[in-house]
């Protein structure tokens, strides 16, 4: 059992807001708050969500694994955020990273949600050997790059015309944290 299924959540400030891993009975407010955020097509790189309920419940009846962590923000039973980290793969020269997408529904931005979905999605990586976080985040997330940066991220380069969108292409700045001894 990892630290956070032994507590029930990590409280978000005094906003009623709690971080916690996801349960299948999460799914359905999950996908909510995700379509809400991919219908703004400004700060994920998807526009539409596909999935079903269904396999969002069965993903988060496992949401912490050697491979993945799911996590997920809520507020009174209603998902506000949600950061999924998992191994790039298990080829032995790059089982050490990791890589994750977040999102904070527009209504929560600016509360402290990203950074405590953030620190618990490091804790775990820390905890099952992950050497290497990245991601990538569009230029103009000004609020999450510097996010980013406050944990550690350092911007590695920039992918040119890397998320084709319905409106054309756009660049991502590529981020990464080291977490092990530095050579």
Same mark, same amino acid.
């Given at each position: 059992? @990892? !630290? ?6 990590? =409280? ?19 996908? $909510?708050? %995700?379509?809400?955020?991919?219908? !703004?097509?400004? %700060?994920?790189?998807? $526009?539409?969500?596909?999935? @079903?309920?269904?396999?969002?419940r069965r993903r988060f009846r496992r949401p912490w694994s050697q491979s993945a962590a799911h996590l997920v923000a809520v507020e009174d ?16 020269? @790059?089982?050490?990273?990791?890589? %994750?997408?977040? %999102? ?10 990203? #950074? $405590?979905?953030?620190? !618990?999605?490091? #804790?775990? #990586? ?12 569009? =230029?103009?997330n000004d609020r999450a790059r510097a996010l980013y940066r406050k944990f550690g991220f350092v911007e590695e380069g920039r992918l040119v ?19 092990? =001894? @530095? =050579?």
């Amino acid at each position: 059992m @990892t !630290e956070l299924e032994q507590r029930t959540g990590t =409280p978000v400030g005094s906003a009623g807001v709690v971080v916690r891993l996801g349960r299948p009975s999460d799914a359905r407010s999950f996908l $909510e708050a %995700f379509r809400s955020v991919a219908e !703004e097509r400004r %700060f994920i790189q998807s $526009e539409r969500v596909d999935r @079903t309920p269904r396999f969002y419940r069965r993903r988060f009846r496992r949401p912490w694994s050697q491979s993945a962590a799911h996590l997920v923000a809520v507020e009174d039973e209603r998902v506000v955020g949600g950061l999924s980290i998992h191994r790039l793969d298990d080829h032995p020269a @790059t089982k050490h990273v990791a890589t %994750f997408g977040m %999102f904070v529904v527009s209504s929560h931005r600016g509360r402290g949600i990203g #950074a $405590e979905l953030l620190k !618990e999605a490091v #804790a775990w #990586a820390e905890r099952v050997g992950v050497r290497r976080v990245e991601l990538t985040v569009y =230029p103009h997330n000004d609020r999450a790059r510097a996010l980013y940066r406050k944990f550690g991220f350092v911007e590695e380069g920039r992918l040119v015309r890397h998320a084709k969108k319905s409106y054309g292409y756009e660049d991502e700045i590529l981020m990464a944290l080291w977490l092990g =001894p @530095t =050579p």
